[in-house]
């Protein structure tokens, strides 16, 4: 079956740090790989993506590379600002399977001034 | 509407009581998901919907949870004698075709939640 692993939280961080949140995933088939991002009091919305192997998703300053050889897609940030505090989510999604996307348990960021 | 819509955002009801979410998906999206996400936890997947195709409802906790979808548009997630331990935030999600990876047809888009309280 298809899992996404993340790594506990919280993060917590100053600002100026480098962010790393670590994900790898198993799946059955060839997944879509996508970050998620959740603000307090709101729903997920996309971060960024990657839908095939050493292709670089980013956005925002957050960046992944998606790595088939390793099954991660672990999120970076050079400098993570106050604003970045929000809970993060690895997911994937396998064209041709149930097309239910697995979404990892999530990793909460807290960034402090 | 511009983005994915739900209502009530938040709910307090009594155990025992029934209740029913509501989802407003963007318009011309065939998929709809349900997802609860308990304190501390990730995504629970509930159930998800296709076009016309029978609901995949293999997420579905016990049978006092059930949804509908009228009309290949709003769907609405109803909880029958509820539990305490049936609070937790139901996110909806819908994507304009779940199996169409180029150009991200398939990426979800999510309704900010309802929040249920079972006092």
């Known amino acids: 079956g298809n899992s996404v692993t993340q790594m506990e939280g919280p993060v917590t961080l100053s600002e100026e740090a480098f962010l790393t949140i670590n994900c790898t995933y198993t799946?059955?088939?060839?997944?879509?790989l996508f970050w998620y991002v959740q603000y307090p009091g709101e729903g997920l919305q996309l971060l960024l993506k990657a839908t095939k192997a050493d292709d670089k998703g980013s956005n925002k300053g957050f960046e992944a590379t998606y790595r088939k050889e390793t099954t991660s897609f672990h999120l970076e940030k050079g400098s993570v600002q106050v604003s970045d505090s929000a809970v993060y989510f690895c997911?994937?999604?396998?064209?041709?399977?149930?097309?239910?996307?697995?979404f990892g348990r999530g990793t909460s960021l807290i960034v402090h001034p | 509407g511009a983005g994915v819509s739900q209502s009530p955002s938040n709910k307090v009801t009594e155990k025992g009581k029934d209740v029913e979410l509501r989802c407003d998906p963007i318009s011309g999206h065939t998929a709809l998901y349900w997802y609860r996400q308990s304190l501390g936890q990730g995504l629970e997947f509930l159930i998800y919907f296709q076009g016309n195709s029978a609901p995949d409802k293999s997420g579905l906790p016990s049978d006092r949870f059930s949804a509908e979808r009228t009309g290949g548009s709003v769907s609405t997630l109803t909880i029958q004698r509820t539990q305490q331990e049936d609070s937790a935030v139901y996110l909806c999600?819908?994507?304009?075709?779940?199996?169409?990876?180029?150009?991200?047809?398939?990426?979800?888009?999510f309704g900010a939640g309802t929040r249920l309280s079972v006092l």
């Open positions: 997911a994937l999604a396998v064209s041709g399977g149930s097309y239910i996307p697995t």
């Open positions: 999600a819908s994507s304009f075709n779940p199996g169409l990876v180029l150009r991200g047809k398939n990426i979800q888009y």
């Open positions: 799946a059955t088939g060839y997944p879509s």
